[in-house]
């Protein structure tokens, strides 16, 4: 895990940047492992249960495996009214998973949210950060096709 020596040396090492910290690895293993965190742990000189509370307290960390893809279904009001539960069941039918799961290739999570701020383009679903509006259950195969 050199990543991770080299992640706390750009910042330092500070464990003021714990977050920051957190995010890097985060980014560089699409999770956080436990090695990962001990790694830090000794590399700030802090207890492993702060390491550990910082990122269980962060919904957007995760200590589990995640996919290469992740793929997010917004439940609010909105896109509710318009259909997005038949959105997220497509694409529980496609991935035989739940939200929150990750496909035992672990080449998709599925996550589903309160809410992305897009209203008025509801139902959503993002993959990887990009945005599609006025899903249709036909839509999200089509839209899952070009991850590789």
Request: aromatic content about 6%; hydrophobic content about 35%.
């Amino acid at each position: 895990m050199s990543e991770v020596g080299a992640i706390l040396d750009k910042y330092q090492r500070d464990s003021s940047q714990l977050v920051s910290i957190l995010q890097d690895v985060q980014e560089e293993y699409s999770w956080l492992p436990k090695e990962a965190l001990t790694q830090v742990s000794k590399g700030l000189r802090i207890p492993l249960s702060r390491v550990f509370s910082v990122a269980t307290f962060f919904k957007a960390f995760s200590l589990v495996p995640k996919g290469r893809h992740t793929v997010t279904i917004c439940m609010g009001t909105a896109c509710h009214v318009r259909g997005s539960l038949h959105i997220l069941d497509r694409a529980r039918q496609l991935f035989n998973i739940e939200p929150g799961g990750t496909t035992s290739d672990l080449k998709f999570s599925l996550e589903s949210v309160n809410c992305l701020g897009c209203c008025a383009l509801g139902p959503i679903m993002v993959v990887d950060g990009e945005y599609h509006g006025r899903v249709t259950t036909s839509d999200v195969g089509k839209i899952l096709e070009s991850c590789d």
